[in-house]
């Protein structure tokens, strides 16, 4: 039976979706907490204002991240959310699960926690929300001894890093992303676990440009699969598209008729440097124009994939809008080789850079596509030993970026431009 | 010169117990030695914690460093 009148909370049950406050009236049912979390949301909704305070000194013996600190301000109207913490559980790489694994997972959370838990939360982690500061130590025994399974990180650590499912199930995939994530996450391990930053930081792999786990979007340092070479085309399986024989886009868009293929209409037209066209019944594509936007890859798989000599694009900077704007990441490495032979090791040179410098300049609270964006890319590019090239531009022919320095400059930025346009006139 | 790692410490906790506000971002303590680069100062700072004399207060997207004896309760933080 209910514990508090929750009016307002009652009204969002009632559209055609599925509501979290009833899902949260059943788990009240076993976990009386849960109440808690409705009456307290319920005097929120009713005066505006947040009742949480976040943050504290919570965690687990030895790690300084995974556990976020949770209380309510109302502790004895609430006394179900007195303790609310938050844990954060590394995913499985890609997120592979086994049910077993997940049942594991919710009874352990059963035990010790509110039941509550949000799948996934944006770095990816599996978010368990609700329990008690005394539930913690006994929660995290049972996570790493019985489950063989880790916190992520939080606060300012390096963050859980995030794998698409590459090469273990995606013919596209550029690089094996699995055995990146995970290489570098055990390199990684006292960042995970301890901060190390001015702010949070994050690492994404992406097998190719579709980029599934949205590294270019969300992550301080995105590791994006390409090709150097040239598209594969199987010309038959071309035809066959274009005969009707084929789906497109593996039949992901079969629920209603399109009407019959064009591929002048669904792929030529729409590539965005228009390097591709029809000739004698052939696709003909200028691989020295293509972007490698993987349009043309997915409308037609069974006729088109990336070349084979690949590698990754290496972007850094992106960050979700919570100080300030949003903002994608910058290419700074159009392509990389990547290898678990030598352990990435180009890259782990790559970020290790990016930290040392990023510790040093970057404020308190500040990401470092932010720092980057506060002294601009030129001195980004110098600090990390690159040298400008086309691809940092987005229209080399309109856009004025100057990467001169002044030692470049014959006679410096000082020298006498008059005597100068005497020789040459502008 | 850079400062040993005693040294370091002892200014840490020097640093963290006079200054005006109770939670410190890792930056703050590298005026303890501009010579220490900062991935050897956050080992630091992170070994005080390991030894009981430092706490982690986090925010969940922030972490702090503060001295036990001036956090006024488990919860009870000073916010940033």
């Known amino acids: ?426 | 010169m850079a400062l040993s790692k005693d040294e370091l410490k002892a200014a840490i906790l020097e640093k963290a117990e006079k200054s005006p506000k109770a939670q410190l971002y890792i930056k703050d303590f590298y005026a303890c030695d501009p010579e220490t680069k900062p991935r050897d100062m956050k080992n630091v700072a992170n070994d005080l914690v390991k030894e009981g004399k430092l706490m982690f207060w986090s925010s969940g997207s922030t972490t702090m460093y503060a001295l036990k004896s001036r956090i006024k309760n488990e919860e009870g933080a000073e916010g940033i």
């Open chain 1, 1 to 426: 039976m209910a514990k508090h009148e929750t009016p307002l909370l009652d009204q969002l049950e009632s559209g055609p979706w599925p509501s979290f406050v009833t899902d949260l009236k059943r788990q009240a049912e076993t976990k009386p907490e849960c109440w808690d979390i409705l009456g307290q949301l319920e005097l929120s909704y009713k005066e505006r204002i947040t009742h949480w305070k976040h943050g504290g000194i919570v965690g687990v013996f030895g790690y300084g991240g995974g556990i976020v600190g949770r209380y309510s301000d109302l502790p004895k109207r609430f006394p179900g959310v007195e303790h609310f913490h938050t844990v954060r559980v590394a995913q499985p790489a890609s997120k592979y699960y086994s049910s077993k694994n997940l049942r594991q997972l919710m009874d352990l959370w059963e035990k010790y926690g509110s039941g509550m838990t949000n799948f996934h939360g944006s770095t990816g982690d599996i978010i368990l929300l609700g329990t008690r500061t005394e539930n913690l130590e006994p929660f995290f025994w049972d996570l790493t001894h019985d489950m063989g399974q880790d916190l992520g990180g939080s606060g300012s650590n390096l963050r859980t890093p995030a794998n698409c499912i590459g090469q273990s199930r995606c013919e596209w995939s550029c690089y094996d992303t699995e055995e990146c994530c995970h290489s570098l996450t055990l390199k990684y391990q006292d960042e995970i676990h301890r901060p190390a930053f001015p702010y949070k930081f994050k690492f994404k792999f992406s097998g190719c440009p579709n980029d599934c786990v949205a590294a270019i979007a969300r992550s301080d340092i995105a590791v994006i699969g390409t090709w150097r070479d040239e598209i594969r085309i199987d010309q038959a399986a071309v035809k066959e598209y274009i005969a009707g024989n084929y789906p497109s886009n593996g039949g992901a868009h079969s629920g209603r008729d399109w009407g019959k293929f064009s591929i002048e209409k669904e792929v030529v037209d729409l590539c965005p440097t228009q390097c591709m066209w029809m000739e004698g019944g052939e696709l003909k594509i200028d691989n020295t124009e293509c972007t490698r936007c993987m349009h043309c890859i997915n409308v037609m798989p069974r006729a088109l994939r990336p070349g084979v000599d690949t590698g990754a694009s290496i972007c850094v900077g992106a960050k979700a809008p919570i100080l300030d704007g949003a903002q994608f990441a910058t290419l700074i490495v159009p392509f990389m080789k990547m290898s678990a032979d030598n352990e990435f090791e180009e890259l782990v040179e790559f970020i290790e850079k990016v930290w040392d410098w990023w510790m040093e300049i970057g404020k308190n609270r500040e990401r470092v596509g932010e720092t980057m964006q506060r002294l601009g890319l030129p001195h980004f590019l110098k600090v990390m030993e690159i040298e400008p090239i086309p691809q940092h531009v987005k229209e080399p022919r309109s856009n004025p970026y100057v990467f001169w320095r002044e030692e470049e400059v014959e006679g410096g930025f000082e020298r006498n431009v008059e005597e100068f346009r005497a020789r040459h006139a502008a």
